[in-house]
Nanobody
Framework: QVQLVESGGGLVQPGGSLRLSCAASGFTLDVYAIGWFRQAPGKEREGVSCISSTDGSTYYADSVKGRFTISRDNAKNTVYLQMNSLKPEDTAVYFC??????????WGQGTQVIVTS
């Protein structure tokens, strides 16, 4: 069964950190660009970060640049999103997908991140 599974979300105070994981089963991630997206209540899904399948180049939304870091471990078939200096506006459900585009074919079920004091 082809599947993406996100984990690592949770409740954190402003200024805190979380590391999200996107693990693949049933296929290998290394041939795909992997994107992280998020959707806050009442808002549209937005792209957060992406990492290429070829040269490891990365993309970050302006709102997370300098605070989030995307990386991939092909040996573990996993992509990570390290999130530092978290802000309340980072609160959302975070999804990974098998492309940098919101039209990606494969999506995980999402992991909830709540940033609150």
């Amino acid at each position: 069964q082809v599947q993406l599974v996100e984990s690592g979300g949770g409740l954190v105070q402003p200024g805190g950190s979380l590391r999200l994981s996107c693990a693949a089963s049933g296929f290998t991630l290394d041939v795909y660009a992997i994107g992280w997206f998020r959707q806050a209540p009442g808002k549209e899904r937005e792209g957060v970060s992406c990492i290429s399948s070829t040269d490891g180049s990365t993309y970050y939304a302006d709102s997370v640049k300098g605070r989030f870091t995307i990386s991939r471990d092909n040996a573990k078939n996993t992509v990570y999103l390290q999130m530092n200096s978290l802000k309340p506006e980072d609160t959302a459900v975070y999804f990974c997908a098998t492309d940098c585009s919101p039209l990606a074919a494969g999506w995980g079920q999402g992991t909830q991140v709540i940033v609150t004091s």
